[in-house]
């Protein structure tokens, strides 16, 4: 599945609105994804690495983890089009998607404004 393919059309307004119905799946399943501690700290590690990219080889190690286990949590990353790979002789590239970071950061955002209770409370109380 391309990374274009998982990636929501969706504005700026996402922080400020109600997220629509059709981007709640791809969403969710990008928040699952790093729900899970060591797809959480893979993602950390590829990210933060020199070039914002990391090879299998360079990231396996800090895991008590065998690697096809590690290919799984990278697969899974990669299902929820969180990660991009490239494949490199006989290894593997792994990429954070920027969009799709952005898209998480971006429905955490909470604005500055004063809340204040929606129309339906202040019928309720009148």
Wanted: aromatic share 4%; hydrophobic share 40%.
């Amino acid at each position: 599945m391309s990374k274009s393919s998982l990636l929501l059309c969706i504005g700026e307004s996402i922080g400020r609105e109600a997220v629509d119905e059709s981007a709640c799946g791809p969403l969710a399943r990008m928040f699952k994804a790093i729900g899970d501690p060591v797809q959480l700290r893979l993602l950390s590690l590829i990210a933060s690495n020199t070039g914002g990219e990391a090879c299998v080889c360079d990231i396996s190690a800090p895991f008590d983890l065998s690697q096809p286990t590690i290919s799984h949590h990278l697969k899974v990353l990669r299902s929820a089009g969180i990660l991009d790979s490239e494949r490199r002789g006989s290894w593997v590239y792994y990429q954070a998607i920027p969009e799709a970071l952005q898209q998480l950061s971006t429905i955490l955002q909470i604005d500055d404004r004063t809340p204040a209770p929606s129309d339906a409370c202040v019928r309720e109380t009148v």
